[in-house]
């Protein structure tokens, strides 16, 4: 038994010392693939592409090492995988991808990178949400900022019935941040005049939850209800 371990160990070595090798030869470099994304090592990373991994290999999750890496905010081992052709829309088994999961924690930098990429701005989520909209939930307001920058919907309407405008009030704290995303949505077009699915408005939703600032920028863009 000691003996078949330590000549697995020499096989994943070798694999790593050995660009002739395919990928296939190699024993348990798969978990040291993924961990090497997620703590953004990249002279590892470029030991296992040289052994012969697949960019976009995923893990048990579907996950790919730019999703690992996006998701710990790995910037130098994100846009090392994106330069050599790492999928940035790639979903794993909860529909989050590079570009989208980027968005929603607010890791501006790489979602800056799946763009240059891209970026798919009409893929959503698992609820049914752009980029955009748990951006401005979580108050992330230079993503907002940058995610507006580009053509993606402002008015997108999820599956829980919210806009990106009516996510940063429901959810939102009402504080400084969120009070910017709105005011960079109502810029940017947003519509306050979509209601939730129960019909009630931004406006009414500001007024429940004691959101002055909030409530001043949307009757200033014309809201009356």
Known sequence: MKRRGVLRLGAWASALLAPSLTWAT?????AVW????????????????????????RDAAGRTALLRATAA??????????????DVNAKDAIDDSPY???????HTDILR????????????????????????????????RLLLGTAVDVNHVNRLGWTALLEAIILGD??????EIVRLLLAAGARHD???????????????????????????AGARR
Do not use: C, K
């Not at 905010?73 to 790492?86: C, D, F, T, V």
């Not at 209601?195 to 909030?214: C, E, F, K, W």
């Open 174 to 179: 009402g504080g400084a941040a969120h009070t």
């Open 113 to 144: 990178l799946t763009l240059a990429a891209g970026a798919d701005l009409r893929s959503t989520n698992r609820y049914g949400g752009t980029a955009l909209i748990p951006a401005a939930h979580y108050g992330h307001v230079e993503t907002v």
């Open 194 to 220: 979509i209601a939730d699915a129960q019909g009630v408005t931004p406006l009414a939703h500001a007024r429940q939850r004691g959101q002055g600032a909030i409530m001043r920028l949307l009757e200033a």
């Open 34 to 57: 993924f961990d090497a994304a997620s703590r953004g090592d990249v002279p590892q990373l470029q030991r296992l592409v040289a052994a012969g991994i697949p960019i976009d290999r």
């Open 100 to 106: 989208l999961l980027a968005g929603a924690r607010g």
């Open 73 to 86: 905010n790995r910037l130098e081992a994100a846009r090392w995988l994106i330069e050599r052709g790492a």
């Open 26 to 30: 190699t024993t348990g470099a798969e």
